[in-house]
RNA sequence: GGCCCCAUCGUCUAGUGGUUAGGACAUGGCGUUCUCAACGCUAAAAGAGGGGUUCGACUCCCCUUGGGGCCA
């Protein structure tokens, strides 16, 4: 049996604006977007929407491409930019003036100002008055040779534009309460809306999943679609990320740029599995998944309506998780790569897969290595007080120092095991307390009061550094 | 202001007319313990309000309230 044709080949996309650092809302849609061209088999593509030129940043497409590539949310096509299809849109315009659907309008902006402020005063929505509408066409394209003009969509006078949301359901807006949307900008860019339009349908979009702030402009999408005289495709708008106060997410509260979550030392693994139980939840309740699995299983209709909150304390919780599932060889490289780019220090690989088992239960992001354990890298500094710290019960400070120092100076293994064996001999033998003693060696070898397992880390930082910063320490506290 | 979207523990959510309303994060307690974690156990914690529909509503409908978005 011959298969026709391929017109139903999933389609989906991810538009960002080149205005500034990519936002994690740009990934949490790229995810969906992503994930759901998969598992249909379809194409998940990338286009730059830089017609804004007031906003355009010039270093932000290269930012959105090094996120989306981060995180592993890989586009089949693209990146297009807009910028590079002006004529596209110019001509699109003219075609619907020709049919009818749009209109040239020579209003100034001050007789715009009049009209809005007239408006609000009726207490009437603060539309255009569709004055340039009445004008004949042969005179107003002979006008439009010489003269600033806009390009505007004619939308109807009555009836209801309608869609069926994947997400949301039935929407209806009367059309009467729509604005005769501006196409062509007075600088002859075209707006988002008819860029969004004509892109969508000639790279053969099927599916535009995107944030609910574009849910007001799709009935205008949709008439511009008639009017072109083409099929829709499916919409589904999903909900908006938000910060705690249930405002938009934003810069004040925390990370929202995509690269700094990378730059803190999360996972991009977690920081997709966080985002997609955003709005989302896996049908066996599961809270950690692979891309994979969630590619697979992803369904729009278990997309909640519910602007969820962006709970960094969970995000934490996860990418912990995610640390802690990595093996001690993956993550000393994840640690190593982290270090060399934010950093700048070259750390050798095998110290750093040593350290790895020390430090995966305690931290949460790759960057609070170095608070944790920078120790095994830089050299440690005290004070009197924060080797007193612990008190003097059962012996001086001093004689403790000297007496491990001692100890340890003489011995051949250098294990772990054999250590802390050696070492509680010791304080049995003096009558110490244990957990004392540990913490004032915890505090001369490492610098700090709290750290992965003492032993660790003398095994690991060996027995040189261990004994002379013993030794160093012991000078501070003789010293007057 | 107009239009549109939304409403289960503090947060993310499960649930699709009959459930002791379940799980996860965070929080408290206990255990483990060389600090800190991690881990185990455990506690507290929820269907905005009002009307309907129904034998029965968290669940369906309407209104109110609240939150959010878009348009300028």
Redesign the pocket.
């Known amino acids: 049996m011959a298969v026709k044709s391929q017109i139903s080949t999933v389609k989906t996309r991810i538009a960002p604006s080149p205005t500034g650092a990519p936002h994690v809302g740009t990934a949490y849609v790229a995810l969906f977007n992503w994930a759901f061209a998969r598992q249909n088999k379809g194409k998940f593509l990338l286009r730059i929407e830089d017609t804004d030129r007031a906003r355009f940043v010039p270093q932000a497409e290269s930012q959105i491409l090094e996120a989306l590539n981060w995180l592993g949310l890989s586009w089949d096509e693209g990146p297009f930019r807009q910028s590079e299809r002006l004529p596209i849109y110019l001509e699109h315009a003219e075609d619907l003036i020709k049919k009818d659907h749009a209109y040239y309008c020579f209003c100034s902006e001050t007789r715009l100002e009049d009209v ?1 402020q007239k408006a609000q005063k009726e ?1 009437l ?2 539309r255009y008055d569709r004055f340039c509408r009445k004008l004949d066409p042969k005179i107003a394209a002979g006008r439009a040779k010489k003269e600033k003009f806009v390009v505007r969509l004619k939308v109807p006078e009555e009836g209801t534009t309608s869609f069926a949301d994947l997400i ?2 039935e ?4 059309n009467k ?1 729509l ?1 005769d949307q501006v196409l062509i900008k007075s600088d002859g860019y075209p707006t988002y809306h008819l860029a969004v339009v004509v892109d969508d349908h000639q790279m053969g979009v099927t599916h535009v999943l995107r944030g ?2 574009w ?3 799709t009935p205008k999408h949709i008439l511009l679609y008639q009017a072109f005289g083409w099929d829709l495709p499916k919409f589904a708008h999903f909900p ?1 990320l938000r910060e ?1 106060s ?3 997410l934003s810069k004040r509260h925390g990370a929202v740029g995509i690269l700094e979550f990378k730059e803190e030392g999360y996972l991009p693994e977690a920081l997709l599995n966080f985002l997609a ?3 989302w ?1 896996h049908p066996q ?1 599961k ?1 950690i998944f692979s891309l994979d699995d969630f590619a697979e299983k992803f369904d729009l209709r ?1 997309i ?6 962006f ?1 960094r ?2 995000l934490d ?1 996860m990418n ?1 998780e995610y640390i ?1 599932q990595l093996g001690t060889r993956q993550l000393g490289i994840r640690l190593k790569e982290y270090l060399k780019e934010y950093r700048g220090m070259e750390i050798d690989p095998d110290i750093l897969e040593r350290i790895a088992p020390l430090v995966r ?2 931290i949460k992001k790759l960057g609070e290595l170095e608070a944790l354990a920078g120790f095994f890298f830089t050299d440690v500094a005290w004070t009197k007080e924060e080797l007193l710290g612990g008190g003097e019960s059962g012996g001086s400070a001093s004689e403790k120092l000297s007496a491990a120092a001692e100890i340890l100076e003489g011995f051949t293994v250098w294990e772990t095991k054999k250590l ?1 064996e050696k070492v509680r001999g010791l304080a049995q033998e003096k009558k110490w307390e ?2 004392a003693l ?2 004032l060696l ?1 505090v001369a070898v490492t610098g700090q ?8 880390c003398m095994e690991v930082l060996g027995k040189e550094k261990t004994v002379s910063r013993i030794k160093g320490a012991l000078k501070i506290l003789e010293a007057d």
């Open positions: 809005r207490g929505p603060p949301r359901g929407i209806h807006f009367e309460v604005d609910e702030e849910i007001s402009s908006v705690a249930r405002a938009k139980l955003l709005g939840s309740g809270e278990r909640s309506t519910t602007a969820p909150v709970d304390e969970k919780w912990g802690r239960e305690r802390e244990a957990p540990f913490m915890r009061t709290v750290s992965p397992p003492l032993f660790e």
